[in-house]
């Protein structure tokens, strides 16, 4: 049988990051950061970095369409392009061509495919309302809807708070 990885620490995290050639010394912090500001995951009482629902269920889409980008690749590749225009190896020009193609790939086809992240959020979240609970309206005009083109709702259950909550879009 296969077991989870092991939960990793912030120290861990960032040695990955530098080992794989994720950010500088000046924005390893504001990546972490940005990780915990989305909800993709949050510490543990060991300070220990413990995936939410949402980014496993982000993990699970963008995994379904076939992008690994919990995987370092990808960020890796553009971030070595900017530092070999940096170092003076390459030109800019050289280089934006290529990454912003690449990037809009990902894009469209993230677009095409959208309905496989609605997927894999419904296997992690139940649909407000399903569970006769309460609900509270965080901001009308949240987003477009992927399938009526409808704006929507973010909402959050009633008493649900900061980071883990069960916020969601209807």
């Known amino acids: 049988t296969t077991s989870p990885p092991q939960?990793?620490?912030?120290v861990e995290l960032i040695s990955l990051m530098d080992r794989n050639g994720i950010g500088t010394d000046a924005t390893i912090?504001?990546?972490i950061t940005t990780i915990l500001d989305r909800n993709?995951?949050?510490?543990?009482g060991n300070q220990r970095f413990n995936p939410t629902k949402l980014g496993i269920a982000l993990v699970e889409g963008y995994n379904s369409m076939g992008y690994q980008l919990n995987k370092?690749?990808?960020?890796?590749?553009?971030?070595?392009?900017?530092?070999?225009?940096?170092a003076g190896r390459k030109t800019k020009e050289a280089v934006l061509g290529p990454v912003i193609a690449k990037m809009l790939e990902v894009f469209k086809k993230?677009?095409?495919e959208a309905n496989k992240l609605d997927e894999a959020v419904a296997?992690?979240?139940d649909r407000l309302g399903s569970n006769n609970s309460q609900y509270v309206m965080l901001q009308a005009n949240f987003s477009l809807c992927g399938t009526c083109n409808g704006m929507m709702m973010l909402k959050q259950q009633s008493g649900g708070g900061g980071r883990g909550s069960n916020r969601q879009t209807n």
């Open 7 to 10: 939960l990793i620490s912030e």
């Open 123 to 125: 296997r992690h979240f």
């Open 40 to 44: 993709y995951a949050e510490k543990d």
């Open 29 to 31: 912090a504001q990546h």
């Open 72 to 86: 370092p690749d990808l960020r890796r590749d553009m971030e070595a392009e900017c530092n070999a225009v940096a």
């Open 110 to 112: 993230a677009n095409l």
